[in-house]
């Protein structure tokens, strides 16, 4: 373990509570349930099937991560949520379509036990829903207050010795940062005032945050990426991550695009639209939360492709992002990507890329990975913003002045790196010069 860091080993249950139990969190929860049975395998999880190689190539030493860092193991999850319908996760899980009928079946008695608590939620925020299952309270302040009661008390009905947030809701209006956000004291004066640029998703990550444990964002919309929160989370010692699972389109952009980089072929449009059907497809066919959505996707291809440095390369790049509600799709989204690109001496050349996809299949292990990986950096005691889970997010939250990085690749390695500075355990450079040299 590298000096000065010491992790708690993760003894006892971890609690994990989602706000919003819909189609991702419903086909995590269950898919546990399933690999904890023995009947499916966590396949897309880095905690559970992923290896990491320590030392020189030729040590070989490639443990799974798991038997790596001190990780909760699976036996010890416990699952809540709230949520503004009152479905439990049994029913949310047949609505939501995406798992078999037989496999939800056969998990019936677990999934029926988990029923959400009563939401905070305001139909200004999400235009598409409107549900009857939500906290009443005098102001924000005190549906914060609600929030820290129900952790509290979740903890202790479920004796969790520790407990993580994380987002699974509905994506929010897009809204900017303003001065009700910039400091702990302007945010809870906001909070006591039901400032209405404080959302319901800002107020779960500052429940979290005050109550000192791990949240991170899965949809786009800003919640916890705000300084006020930052400030508090460091006091409490609550880490924080975020935004947007990368999923689909984003990830698949996120793996070529670095590749045209690395060979410098030019980029002229990168045309990508979606056709999908379930709850998230409805909410986004609000224009206000298709905003907040577009502008996650758009940001990752100026970063990776660095047009200021290329200007002959990526310098009038037309980049589009268009997204479809068509209900007979349900959760199997389907993405298309049309990309112009150019080789030497500009001659143009096109490719096309459609993916079959189900989204919430690939956000399930992405939600497990990240309630293991906060949890391990709350034992940590690494408080804050996690830039180490970038791998995960599609706008990963950098503190100010710092552009994020959005290469796949890059955000691996890190991980990885941060996984081997944390057990003390050199980094690795890729150099390899020890192979070759001759003493
Ligand atoms: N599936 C993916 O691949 C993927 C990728 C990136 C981001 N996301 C984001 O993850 C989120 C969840 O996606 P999903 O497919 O499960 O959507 P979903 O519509 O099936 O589930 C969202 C749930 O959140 C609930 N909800 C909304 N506002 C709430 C609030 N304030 N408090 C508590 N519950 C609330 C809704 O009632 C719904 O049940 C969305 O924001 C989506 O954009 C999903």
Known sequence: MVEGLSIKPAQGKLGILTPGMGAVATTFIAGVEAVRRGLRLPIGSLTQMGHIRLGKRTDNRQPLIRNFVPLAGLDDLVFGGWDIFEDSAYEAALKAGVLDRTLIEELQGFLTGIRPMKAVFDNYYV?????????????????????????????????????????????EIFMKRSEV????????????????????SMIYAYAAARSGIAYANGAPNLSGDLPAIEE???????????????????????????????R?????????????????GEV????????????????????????????????????????NYYPPRGDNKEGWDNIDIFGWLGYPMQIKVDFLCRDSILAAPIVLDLVLFMDLAKRAGLAGIQEWLSFYFKSPVVPAGLYPEHDLFIQ?????????????????THLGREYYDES
């Open 127 to 171: 235009k598409k829903l409107d549900g009857k299952h939500v906290k009443k309270g005098r102001s924000k302040m005190a549906l914060a207050e609600a929030l820290i009661e129900d952790i509290e008390g979740f903890r202790k009905t479920n004796g969790c010795d520790r407990v993580v947030m994380i987002w699974c809701g509905s994506t």
């Open 181 to 200: 956000h910039e400091t702990l004291a302007a945010f809870e004066k906001g909070l006591r005032d039901s400032h209405p640029e404080i959302a319901p």
């Open 232 to 262: 508090l989370a460091k006091r409490t010692g609550a880490p924080l991550a975020g935004k947007d699972f990368k999923t689909g389109q984003t990830l698949m952009k996120t793996i070529l695009a670095p590749g045209f980089k690395a």
């Open 264 to 280: 410098l072929l030019g980029v002229a449009g990168w045309y990508s639209t979606n056709i999908l059907g379930n709850r998230d």
């Open 284 to 323: 986004l066919d609000d224009p206000e939360s298709f905003k907040t959505k577009e502008e996650s996707k758009l940001g990752v291809l100026d970063n990776i492709l660095q047009p200021q440095l290329y200007p002959d390369l990526y310098g009038h790049l037309f980049h589009k992002v268009r997204i």
């Open 412 to 428: 691996h390695t890190k991980l990885k790196n941060t996984l081997r500075w944390m057990m003390g355990e050199d980094m690795i």
